[in-house]
């Protein structure tokens, strides 16, 4: 018996035992089609297959306790992932596909992928259509909607969730084909949505009915190329990590008062190059952001490093405070909390692992603990 064979059955096996009465999961999004070489992405020859590891949160170290194999992509902020609050269901994007016509090229994708996270094993129950360059995925809370930003094609894609049934319900055009929507935010009421648009450097509101969703309101900015974005749980503010372009220059994160009539930026800090994700905090208090800090850069950038940064921003009423910061791996991604708060997950793409931190008050820890993935992490959610 070989060692993926082996891997595969003690995951069977765990799984079996264990996660039908699992409370605290995380969804890893793993690709395996690209890798960077030199500050350049390039394609995998005959990769494996992209897939997603279930993790267990609540175990001490968190373990991964099943995988499936789904399309899934790197292009895009992390967030190409969603699970159910009641842990139900998990829909992943994949925004790019290797092109048939030439494997040494990706074209843009519009896959939707939903996963029965009940299922023993878990296993893909429905592919369905999204648009081209389906990235960020989001569900509502009370799991009937979900709503996925279309990179290539100026929209944001509508599905309605009734049991284990995802259907599409049309979509919403915020701008061009270039205006790159990134991810939709649900307000915690589900009454609207905050959308990021790093292709020309807006955030959009959307109103939500049901399962009407309008685009309403001014467009406004918050900084270069806005991309992930998370709200406050009483629906008051919202944080925007704005990735730049990319240069070597310090990049932000902004403040977004939503009560604010119209909603407006109040506050912007300073992070460090290139802030690919943001998750804030089960209390909303804190934003945890993965800053690429030259990791992906040639080793004869005058912008390399060999690693990244996690930073922490507390959110303090209208201001953001830099609180903390620990060194991470390269080309690192998403960012999942516990739901007590006090671990925190962090993929990175280049090593394929997560690391696992602590954080007690504004005191972060790096464990030393690390989680191995079946691909680079690309993107990570949990439930709540």
């Not at 791996?329 to 990175?348: E, H, M, P, Y």
């Not at 993107?379 to 709540?384: D, P, R, V």
Request: contains cysteine; glycine residues 10%; neutral net charge.
């Amino acid at each position: 018996m070989n060692r993926t064979t082996i891997r595969r059955a003690m995951l069977a096996t765990l799984g079996a035992c264990a996660f039908p009465a699992l409370a605290d999961l995380a969804i890893s999004a793993n690709e395996n089609k690209v890798y960077t070489d030199g500050g350049v992405v390039k394609n995998v020859a005959n990769p494996a297959a992209d897939n997603v590891a279930i993790i267990d949160l609540s175990a001490s170290p968190p373990r991964i306790v099943a995988e499936v194999k789904v399309a899934t992509s790197v292009v895009g902020p992390p967030l190409s992932v969603a699970i159910t609050r009641d842990e139900s269901l998990a829909l992943v994007s994949a925004a790019t596909r290797i092109d048939p016509a030439d494997a040494t090229k990706t074209v843009p994708h519009n896959a939707l992928s939903v996963i029965d996270l009940k299922a023993n094993p878990p296993v893909v129950i429905a592919t369905l259509e999204a648009g081209l360059g389906a990235a960020g995925v989001s569900i509502n809370r009370d799991g009937t909607l979900a709503l996925v930003a279309n990179r290539n094609e100026g929209t944001v894609s509508v599905f309605t969730i009734s049991g284990k049934t995802v259907t599409a319900a049309g979509k919403v055009k915020l701008g061009d084909e270039k205006s790159g929507p990134c991810y939709a935010a649900f307000s915690p009421d589900g009454k609207s949505a905050l959308v990021t648009r790093d292709g020309d450097n807006y955030v959009s509101m959307l109103s939500i009915d049901g399962s009407k969703v309008e685009k309403v309101g001014r467009d406004f900015a918050a900084g270069i190329r806005p991309y992930g974005i998370g709200i406050v749980p009483d629906g008051s503010a919202a944080a925007v990590a704005n990735i730049g372009r990319g240069l070597g220059d310090v990049d932000t994160v902004s403040l977004i008062d939503i009560a604010a009539s119209p909603p407006r930026v109040v506050d912007t800090v300073s992070v460090g190059p290139l802030p690919e994700g943001l998750r804030l905090s089960p209390d909303g208090k804190i934003a945890a952001v993965t800053v690429q800090d030259g990791s992906t850069k040639a080793k004869t950038s005058p912008y390399y490093t060999a690693g990244g940064k996690l930073v922490l921003v507390r959110i303090d009423g209208k201001r953001l405070v830099k609180v903390a910061e620990a060194p991470i791996g390269g080309w690192s991604q998403g960012i999942a909390f516990s739901r007590d708060g006090k671990t925190i997950l962090v993929q990175n793409m280049i090593e394929k692992d997560i690391q696992v931190f602590r954080l007690e008050g504004d005191r972060l820890t790096d464990t030393g603990q690390r989680i191995k993935l079946n691909g680079g992490g690309a993107a990570i959610q949990t439930s709540w």
